[in-house]
T-cell receptor
Framework: QKEVEQDPGPLSVPEGAIVSLNCTYSNSAFQYFMWYRQYSRKGPELLMYTYSSGNKEDGRFTAQVDKSSKYISLFIRDSQPSDSATYLCARKGAGNMLTFGGGTRLMVKP | DGGITQSPKYLFRKEGQNVTLSCEQN?????MYWYRQDPGQGLRLIYY???????QKGDIAEGYSVSREKKESFPLTVTSAQKNPTAFYLC???????????FGSGTRLTVV
């Protein structure tokens, strides 16, 4: 079993929809999680950084960690065509090493 | 502006050739990383370095080599021993123990 798993998609939604992107992880000891956004042919950029459980909000983006089910989510409200990208979740381990999920491709259609 | 620069953006390699991908950062980060990205497979770690003159193999180091002679620079050589080198290569940096990674814009390597 991979340490961090994501549905590869693609996930296609209409503009303005609420998007839910999800990851599962294997080790309940993991506490730090991150979401990266990657546009086509570009490097990933850090979107959100969360610790332990609960929610963290930044503008239209909300990151949520559910430790009991080992589930992390990224919600995007009022989605825009510019949100079309691949979203990568990652968990932080010893020595600041990140382990990434395979990414979910999101398409927001005007 | 602080950042991380990868060059070239596109690189073509003939069979049997070694090629070197450049990665330079001016963020004063101690740690640097090389990842390979193939369609549908996410990011796979090739090599990483947490201090100058020291580096460790990642999950897929075979056929690759690196050096870390300066804090700012972490070049990756794709050798002829790497049988399937066509991929998108990403370099990243971070402070040891803190925060996330800053990524470069990537180098797309194609074997011709």
């Amino acid at each position: 079993q991979k340490e961090v798993e994501q549905d590869p998609g693609p996930l296609s939604v209409p503009e303005g929809a609420i998007v839910s992107l999800n990851c599962t992880y294997s080790n309940s000891a993991f506490q730090y999680f991150m979401w990266y956004r990657q546009y086509s042919r570009k490097g990933p950029e850090l979107l959100m950084y969360t610790y332990s459980s609960g929610n963290k909000e930044d503008g239209r983006f909300t990151a949520q960690v559910d430790k009991s089910s080992k589930y992390i989510s990224l919600f995007i409200r009022d989605s825009q065509p510019s949100d079309s990208a691949t979203y990568l979740c990652a968990r932080k381990g010893a020595g600041n090493m990140l382990t990434f999920g395979g990414g979910t491709r999101l398409m927001v259609k005007p | 502006d602080g950042g991380i620069t990868q060059s070239p953006k596109y690189l073509f390699r003939k069979e049997g050739q070694n090629v070197t991908l450049s990665c330079e950062q001016n963020l004063n980060h101690d740690a640097m990383y090389w990842y390979r990205q193939d369609p549908g497979q996410g990011l796979r770690l090739i090599y990483y370095s947490q201090i100058v003159n020291d580096f460790q193999k990642g999950d897929i180091a075979e056929g690759y080599s690196v050096s870390r002679e300066k804090k700012e620079s972490f070049p990756l050589t794709v050798t002829s021993a790497q049988k399937n080198p066509t991929a998108f290569y990403l370099c990243a940096s971070s402070q040891v123990g803190l925060g996330g990674y800053t990524f470069g814009s990537g180098t797309r390597l194609t074997v011709v």
